[in-house]
């Protein structure tokens, strides 16, 4: 990676930001694991929204779905703005931010695809698979990231 003498120093809340974002997917993750080894996959079969809506409280035999596709969505909202904030200078982040981005949205796809075809196997193994490529991705933006505002 190339010096950036002179140039002002990365803020740190683009890093700050990027950390969020890899937190986020992760408890996604831990989340997604967890209600479906309870078998609650199939719990909630509506979307994007349980049926007792956003702010209404979700009943027990959905709750952790429930949890999953809000922290799901939150995590999105930073993956776009990790994606749209990385300056364009930071080659290799900028890249891994916007990939990640389109992984996301490809994933909050992918389950609505998982919830409409009741938990169809090829489905789960590409939600999961997704998430990780999606983990491995927001993980490299932040170490690229990180690593740049060191190095300035
Ligand atoms: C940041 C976005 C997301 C990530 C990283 C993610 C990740 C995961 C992971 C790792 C699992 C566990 C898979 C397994 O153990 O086989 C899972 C399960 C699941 N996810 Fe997501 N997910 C995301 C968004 C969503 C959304 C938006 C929905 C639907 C609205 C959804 C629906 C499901 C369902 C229904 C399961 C249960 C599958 C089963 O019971 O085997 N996910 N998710």
Same mark, same amino acid.
């Given at each position: 990676?190339?010096?950036?003498?002179?140039?002002?120093?990365?803020?740190?809340?683009?890093?700050?930001?990027?950390?969020?974002?890899?937190?986020?997917?992760?408890?996604?993750?831990?989340? !997604?694991?967890?209600?479906?080894?309870?078998?609650?996959?199939?719990?909630?079969?509506?979307?994007?929204?349980?049926?007792? !809506?956003?702010?209404?409280?979700?009943?027990?035999?959905?709750?952790?779905?429930?949890?999953?596709?809000?922290?799901?969505?939150?995590?999105?909202?930073?993956?776009?703005?990790?994606?749209?904030?990385?300056?364009?200078?930071?080659?290799?982040?900028?890249?891994?931010?916007?990939?990640?981005?389109?992984?996301?949205?490809?994933?909050?796809?992918?389950?609505?695809?998982?919830?409409?075809?009741?938990?169809?196997?090829?489905?789960?193994?590409?939600?999961?698979?997704?998430?990780?490529?999606?983990?491995?991705?927001?993980?490299?933006?932040?170490?690229?990231?990180?690593?740049?505002?060191?190095?300035?």
């Amino acid at each position: 990676m190339t010096s950036q003498k002179g140039e002002p120093r990365l803020k740190k809340s683009i890093i700050v930001l990027a950390f969020i974002s890899l937190g986020l997917v992760y408890s996604t993750m831990i989340v !997604g694991v967890y209600f479906s080894s309870i078998e609650q996959g199939i719990a909630c079969t509506e979307w994007p929204l349980c049926p007792n !809506g956003l702010f209404g409280a979700p009943e027990e035999r959905y709750t952790v779905e429930y949890a999953h596709r809000l922290i799901a969505a939150i995590a999105a909202a930073f993956i776009y703005a990790t994606a749209i904030i990385v300056p364009s200078k930071i080659k290799r982040a900028k890249k891994a931010a916007l990939i990640a981005a389109a992984i996301v949205s490809v994933q909050l796809v992918l389950g609505l695809a998982v919830v409409f075809s009741q938990l169809n196997p090829l489905l789960v193994a590409s939600h999961l698979s997704t998430g990780v490529s999606m983990f491995a991705l927001v993980l490299l933006t932040f170490l690229w990231t990180s690593f740049w505002r060191k190095q300035s």
